[in-house]
């Protein structure tokens, strides 16, 4: 997969590191990658829609498949920013 546009940084809480990563394309929240202690996954979600989210053994993995999600959502608008 090429170099990803999406910039993940680790959250925290009171300096804290969480396993938790949110994905921004410039000042956009575009996804959150986490660790599900419970499923011992990596779960990623979008706040574009609530249909979007999976899982993955391995944070690497979970980013992957956020951002083929995410192509693949924004083909739908691909129309919208063509000339016509």
Do not use: C
């Amino acid at each position: 997969m090429p170099d990803t546009l999406i910039a993940w940084t680790q959250d925290e809480i009171a300096n804290v590191p969480l396993q938790r990563f949110i994905g921004r394309m410039g000042e956009v929240e575009v996804g959150t990658v986490e660790y599900d202690g419970a499923h011992k996954l990596w779960t990623w979600w979008s706040p574009f829609s609530e249909e979007a989210w999976g899982h993955a053994q391995e944070e690497s993995g979970a980013k992957q498949g956020f951002e083929v999600w995410l192509r693949q959502w924004l083909e739908n608008f691909r129309p919208f920013f063509e000339e016509r």
